[in-house]
């Protein structure tokens, strides 16, 4: 019995890797579905517009490819293209299509979840605004603040109409203002512009605070 089982081994190892073989060939070629997220990336965005408000990430994709290639799929291989060349200001919607898919070599787009994507664009503007100091601390006991001189008092914002618009100042990083006994001069760095308002060129200002020392008057005491 032994015999019969050992009698021309080579071939039969040969046939078993033969078959299996020929099964992950089978399996691997076969076709499947898997759905992924791809992220959405905004081209041709028209001079002068920017986008405004929420704005989608992503979209889910059901893709189809061999398996063996669906196996290494991951959302970094896709990326979806949403043209903005034909829009103009205002709400917008885009229909997203299975081509606007970057995607590998060997895999079909089926559907997309969305497939329109809502935005909203507005002109993009540009304004001066004041400079406003920011101080933190107390001075030394008998001291306090005095005038506040910066330069340049004013600084350009970029960024879509409607915020620029009611934007009137920016701040400056704190400015630290405890234990001081005399006047105060540095380079103060420009605070983040909140929401999609962005500094144009200015990112730091020259600050002088006068510490001023506190006179006291004395009171004249009644006569008795």
Same mark, same amino acid.
């Given at each position: 019995?032994l015999?019969a ?10 046939s078993?890797?033969?078959a299996?073989?020929l ?8 076709k499947?579905?898997?759905m ?5 990336e ?9 986008? !405004?408000?929420?704005? @989608? ?7 189809? $490819?061999? +398996?063996?290639?669906l196996?290494?799929? =991951? /959302?970094?291989?896709?990326r ?5 060349a ?8 885009v229909?997203?299509v299975?081509d ?8 079909s787009?089926?559907?997309?979840s969305?497939?329109r ?11 001066? !605004?004041?400079?406003? @100091? ?7 006991? $008998?001291y +306090?603040?005095?005038a506040?001189?910066? =330069? /340049? ?5 970029r960024?879509?109409r409607s915020?620029?618009a ?17 006047p ?7 605070a983040?512009?909140p929401g999609?308002?962005?500094l ?5 200002v020259?600050?002088?605070v ?10 004249? +005491?009644?006569?008795?």
């Amino acid at each position: 019995m032994l015999r019969a089982l050992v009698r021309h081994w080579e071939l039969k190892l040969l046939s078993l890797v033969v078959a299996v073989t020929l099964w992950f060939f089978v399996v691997g070629g076969e076709k499947s579905e898997i759905m992924l997220s791809a992220r959405l990336e905004y081209v041709n965005l028209p001079p002068g517009l920017t986008l !405004v408000g929420p704005t @989608p990430e992503t979209i889910d994709v059901l893709v189809q $490819g061999v +398996r063996t290639t669906l196996a290494r799929l =991951t /959302p970094e291989d896709l990326r979806a293209e949403v043209n903005l060349a034909r829009l103009r200001a205002g709400e917008a919607v885009v229909q997203l299509v299975p081509d606007s898919v970057l995607k590998p070599r060997g895999v079909s787009v089926l559907r997309l979840s969305p497939s329109r994507v809502h935005l909203a664009l507005e002109p993009i503007a540009t304004a001066e !605004v004041r400079v406003v @100091p920011r101080l933190t601390g107390t001075p030394e006991p $008998g001291y +306090r603040v005095g005038a506040v001189s910066i =330069t /340049p008092p004013t600084v350009e914002v970029r960024g879509p109409r409607s915020e620029v618009a009611s934007r009137a100042e920016i701040h400056t990083s704190p400015i630290d203002v405890s234990g001081a006994r005399g006047p105060i001069t540095r380079s103060v760095a420009l605070a983040p512009a909140p929401g999609a308002v962005r500094l144009t060129k200015t990112r730091a200002v020259d600050v002088t605070v006068e510490i001023r020392e506190q006179r006291v008057v004395p009171q004249n +005491r009644p006569p008795r």
